[in-house]
């Protein structure tokens, strides 16, 4: 970021200094004139425009979760208050006071942009729900549709074990309906796909393609999901950009292949935005630590890519003008290989603020044209009002605006030296406006992401640049292109490192209502404290809060985290619909059995327990409930050794697993009946299945590894997914009192497909159901609970009631829960 200045430094053009914040795509600098000699003071701030740019953001943003009639009702009752306060301010009905006329012009302007953000996302409303569309949803119809692609096909995670789900952004042209009659309709479709051939789709490709409709989730503006039942039929090519900046892109992931997974999927992320190779475990520590808007083309690759070309301007003595054209070109060419999406005309709209500001000599200009581009994006678009990505670069940017240049010229009244100054506000600006945003997508508000994006700030410009060069050069020099990508690769090694090691520092970060009424809640109260602490007395009085809760609350929590419970003996973690039951071997190492659906899932059940090293993984079956989040398992931990069922089937859960063992190099162990495990307090035997099962209702079920294990002298049952099959084969061949356990693992998530007998002859005295909230199974079977609630067994359930755990005490077996687990479902 530029210093203030009669001359235009290098943070002016791109808007901010390289990667300063969330999403940082505004500069420090621009919220002032100039400075005085010791850099103290700060101009006033220009606000005419914030409130009509506010005010049209939120209407667009409310309209989109009403219907037409309610939004257009809005817009027309903010005209008739805009009116009546007009004419009021003129001195048409009475003669206004001083303080009400001072301040009634921007009341309003305010409702000017309730006006127009209500009335432009009303008309694109009407067009979502016009009759044709909505008719044929309404009877899921299967329709021929030609397309154009809005953005790039992005595959849905989590879904191993099924065919790859491709997400298409797509214009809809016109469609035939089941009657055969044409309908020209301009609404927007979200494409669901499985056929290989919609991948290689590019933006601005029109087609026709065939599928049934289904309604939308709401909150954008999209009319109709197609469920697409073949492969499309392109008609011609491309726009020859697109194709270009394809090659770019694709030139650029060839290039990342040799790198290490985090590095060559963090690499695309942070130069053009490609997530697809992203691993999800490190999708959430970056979310855990404020450092996602890394994952996403932000004002602030705009601003490291153009601020490296006007250094090259400077060095080559050009002139401001000539400066600021070939920034200009760069941020076209920037724009066609990043694909002119929704986040980068937000992206290159903040960078076209700071090139307009370094042209014009006028850097105090920034923040009022912050505002008339966000009313004018928002009026083009009014779907952007609800897009995450949108929201944390404008706020970062209004934050670097209003709270750096203060916080920085404070610090250095105190004594700080200017770069340490600059380096501490900038961030500390941006996260505080990000995270609200950051709060409502998470659920949680990080304590560590103004250090985290610290730490990050030296390594994300030359990544960014570095992998910027790899893309220009792949086309016509591919061995150069992967040597500038390995190059790059050590900067997103250390931003990878801050993440990873920020994600796990204890009481790191704290829970939060999620979604638009956490943001709202955290933003109301940002804002107030904001204001209140204008005020020395109030500044004081906070600052001591806060270091009372601090000193008062972390020691506790570092000391006595709560979880796990002293004495457990066995813990089912709420990972969503799959299971992950962990057995502690000593401190910091447990035998983990099955790994649930999701990596961070599982990664996350494992930080909870403090388990640093895996003993034994064992896979009870390959379902995707039980392999999908194997990944979270080995994740920075040693794993001894991995055993899994002699039932291969699925195939791909099977290689999901045996992919994830070879490339940590641990040892696959298929165990039949008979095989023993021992190590520290935990012993277990499997039991089961006693022979292979086949043609029964689900095979892998009925072939899942069945573990008796002890732990502290417990007797756990341990039932995988088997059903009524296995667990009939299991009591033919077992002596009475042979399946006797304190504890059970409920099978299946407690399905109907339980056998009587084989609970009455466990007879818990504590049953775990590891089961997903809101899931769509049926599952947990009520008279399977019911059956051992009259057995004298205490039910757990990790969707009521989160992490739960048995626990061996002193007055003998308990059980103790972490609370309730987010809404993860599978």
């Known amino acids: ?142 329709v021929t549709a030609e397309l154009v692609v809005r953005d790039d096909p992005r595959p849905v995670r989590g879904v191993a074990g099924r065919p790859a789900t491709l997400l298409v952004p797509a214009e809809l042209t016109w469609f035939t309906g089941p009657d055969g009659r044409r309908v020209a309709t301009p609404a927007r479709v979200l494409v669901l796909a499985t056929d290989p051939a919609w991948r290689g789709l590019l933006p601005g490709q029109r087609l026709t393609a065939e599928g049934r409709l289904a309604a939308p989730r709401g909150g954008d503006l999209t009319a109709a999901v197609l469920s697409a039942a073949g492969p499309p039929v392109p008609h011609g090519a491309a726009p020859s950009a697109q194709r270009a900046a394809g090659s770019l892109r694709a030139g650029l992931q060839r ?74 070109l760069a941020l ?40 008339a581009g966000v009313a004018v994006l928002v009026l083009v678009d009014p779907e952007l009002a609800g897009d995450a990505g949108f929201a944390l670069s404008v706020l970062a940017t209004g ?34 406006a990000c995270a609200p945003v950051v709060a409502g997508i998470s659920g949680t508000v990080s304590l560590v992401a103004v250090p985290a994006n610290l730490l990050a700030v030296p390594a994300i410009a ?77 500044r004081r009085l906070v600052a001591v809060v806060v270091v009372a809760v601090v000193a008062g609350t972390l020691p506790v929590r570092l000391a006595a985290p709560g979880w796990p419970p002293a004495g457990w003996v066995v813990a089912a973690c709420a990972v969503g619909q799959g299971d992950t039951v962990v057995l502690p ?15 961070g899932a599982a990664d996350g059940c494992l930080r909870r327990l403090g388990v640093r090293e895996v003993a034994l993984l064992v896979v009870s079956h390959f379902h995707v409930d039980h392999t999908g989040g194997v990944a979270g398992v080995f994740r920075g931990r040693p794993v001894g050794a991995v055993l899994t069922p002699q039932w291969s089937e699925p195939a791909a859960g099977r290689e ?35 022979r292979p099962l086949r043609g ?22 341990l039932a995988g997914d088997a059903e009524t099959e296995e667990q009939r084969a299991l009591l033919d061949g077992t002596s009475p009192g042979g399946l006797r356990a304190e504890v059970l693992k409920v099978a299946h998530h407690g399905s109907a497909y339980q056998d009587p007998a084989f609970l009455d002859a466990v007879r818990p005295v504590v049953a775990l159901v590891p089961v997903g909230t809101g899931n769509t199974y049926g599952h947990p079977n009520p008279a399977v609970l019911g059956r051992l609630a009259r057995g004298g067994a205490r039910v757990l359930r990790t969707d009521t009631e989160g992490d739960v755990a048995a626990v061996l005490g002193r007055a003998g077996l308990g059980v103790a829960t972490r609370g309730t687990p987010p809404g993860r479902q599978r």
Do not use: K
């Open 255 to 328: 290039a990342c292949l040799p790198l290490p997974d985090e590095q060559g999927g963090l690499l695309p992320g942070l130069v053009v935005g490609d997530t697809s190779r992203l691993p999800p475990t490190v999708e959430e520590d970056f979310l855990a630590t404020g450092m996602t808007h890394l994952n996403a083309v932000s004002g602030s690759n705009v601003a490291i890519v153009v601020g490296a070309v006007l250094l090259l301007a400077r060095w080559a003595r050009a002139g401001p003008w000539l400066a600021a054209g070939l920034c200009g």
């Open 656 to 690: 999901l697993v045996l992919a994830e063992a070879a490339a940590h190099s641990v040892d696959v162990v298929a165990g039949a009946a008979g095989w023993r495990y021992r190590e520290g307090g935990v012993e277990f035997t499997v039991i089961g299945p006693p």
């Open 462 to 538: 030359p990544a960014t640049v570095l992998g910027v060069l790899a893309a220009a050069v792949s086309p016509v020099w591919p061995a150069g292109a992967e040597f500038v990508a390995w190059l790059a690769s050590w900067p997103a090694w250390w931003l990878v490192m801050v993440a990873r090691h920020g994600a796990r520092l204890p009481a790191g970060t704290l829970p939060w209502p999620g979604g638009v009424p956490g943001a709202l809640l955290l933003a109301g109260l940002t804002v107030a404290l904001l204001v209140a602490t204008r005020h020395p007395v109030v």
């Open 696 to 717: 029964t209702r689900s095979d892998p079920n009925n072939n899942s590894l069945m573990l008796l294990a002890t732990v502290s002298g417990v007797r756990i049952l």
């Open 585 to 599: 071997v000593a401190a910091g190492r447990a035998v983990v059995v099955d790994a649930g659906p999701d990596p």
């Open 1 to 142: 970021m530029g210093s203030p200045g009669p001359g235009p430094g290098p943070g002016s053009a791109g808007s901010g200094s390289a990667g300063s914040g969330p999403a940082g795509s505004g500069s420090a600098g621009f919220g002032t004139s100039g400075a005085d000699a010791g850099g103290d003071r700060v101009a006033a701030i220009d606000l005419r425009l914030a409130g009509l740019a506010v005010a049209t953001w939120l209407a667009a943003l409310a309209g989109l979760h009403l219907t037409v009639g309610e939004t257009t009702l809005l817009a027309a009752v903010a005209a008739g208050a805009a009116g009546l306060g007009g004419l009021h301010l003129a001195g048409v009905l009475g003669r206004p006071a001083g303080p009400v006329r001072r301040y009634g012009w921007i009341a309003v302007a305010v409702l000017i942009g309730v006006v127009c953000g209500a009335t432009a996302t009303a008309a694109r409303l009407s067009v979502r729900d016009s009759g044709p569309v909505r008719a044929l949803v309404e009877e899921r119809a299967v």
């Open 332 to 371: 076209v060419g920037f724009v066609i290989l990043v694909r002119p999406s929704p986040s980068v005309v937000r992206a290159a709209t903040m960078g076209a603020i700071g090139l307009a500001a370094l042209a014009a000599g006028r850097p105090r200009a920034a923040l009022p044209a912050l505002s």
């Open 399 to 432: 934050g670097l605006l209003l709270l750096a240049p203060r916080w920085r010229d404070g610090l250095r009244r105190r004594g700080v030296p200017a770069g340490l100054a600059e380096a501490l506000a900038v961030p500390a600006a941006a996260q505080l």
